[in-house]
C-alpha cells in the first residue's frame, strides 16, 4: 500500500483522482464502486478474467484521494485477491506457496509504477523510492533513505545469522550428546 499527504500543491484531488482512474481503465481495469463525498473520492477497480485468476495477475485496485487542493492525502493498494481471498489460497496449496509469491511481487511491481505516474502528475520533481514508495524533495534524501534501509537489511541479516548460527551449533551439540557423546 503507498500512501502520502502532499501539502503546498496547486492541484486539486479531484484531478489526481480522475488521473489514477484514467490510468486504470488504460491498463484495462474496470472500475467497480466509486464513493464521492466532500473532500473524500473513493474507488475499487478490479479485472477479472480466466487469464487473471489462473495466471495470478493484478486483479484488484483500491485507491483512495481525500482533502483539499492545497492539502489531500491519496492512498493506492495493489493486489492480486483484494476481497477474494479462497482464489490464492487454493493457488497456494496447489503450488506450495510459489504462485502467492510470484503474484504479490507482481502487484508491488505494478502499485509502483503506478504510484509513480501519480506522484509525477501531483509533482515531477518527487523522487520516489522503489523500495517502500516514499517520496523525497531530492535525489541526495532518497540516496540516504536508501542506504539507511541497505544498513537496516545488513543488521537484521547479521543478527539472524548470529542467532541462527547459535542454534544450529546448539542443535549439534544436542546431536552429538544423543549419538553417545558425554551428557554434562
Known amino acids: 500500500m503507498r500512501r502520502y499527504g502532499f ?12 488521473h489514477i482512474k484514467s490510468l486504470l481503465v488504460g491498463e484495462g481495469f474496470k472500475v467497480t464502486s466509486e464513493e464521492k463525498k466532500d ?14 485468476i489462473v495466471l495470478g495477475k493484478v486483479r484488484d485496485v483500491d485507491a483512495v484521494v481525500a482533502g483539499t487542493t492545497g492539502k489531500f492525502e491519496v492512498q493506492l493498494h495493489a493486489g ?21 509469491a510470484v503474484q504479490l511481487h507482481e502487484a508491488h511491481e505494478f502499485e509502483e509504477r503506478l504510484w509513480e505516474q501519480i506522484v509525477s502528475k501531483i509533482d515531477p520533481s518527487l523522487k520516489v523510492s522503489k523500495v517502500d514508495g516514499m517520496l ?13 534501509l541497505q544498513q537496516a537489511q545488513q543488521q537484521a541479516a547479521n543478527s539472524m545469522m548470529m542467532y541462527g548460527g547459535i542454534g544450529m551449533m546448539g ?3 544436542m546431536g552429538m550428546g544423543m549419538m553417545g557423546g558425554l551428557w554434562i
Open 171 to 173: 542443535m549439534g551439540l
Open 80 to 100: 492480486v485477491w483484494g476481497r477474494d481471498l479462497m482464489v490464492p489460497a487454493i493457488e497456494g496449496i496447489a503450488t506450495l506457496g510459489a504462485a502467492p
Open 7 to 18: 501539502e503546498e500543491r496547486d492541484v486539486k484531488p479531484a484531478d489526481v483522482y480522475e
Open 39 to 52: 473532500g473524500y473520492l473513493d474507488l475499487h477497480a478490479r479485472k477479472s478474467s480466466a487469464e487473471k
Open 136 to 148: 523525497f524533495k531530492s535525489q541526495d534524501e532518497l540516496d540516504k533513505h536508501l542506504q539507511a
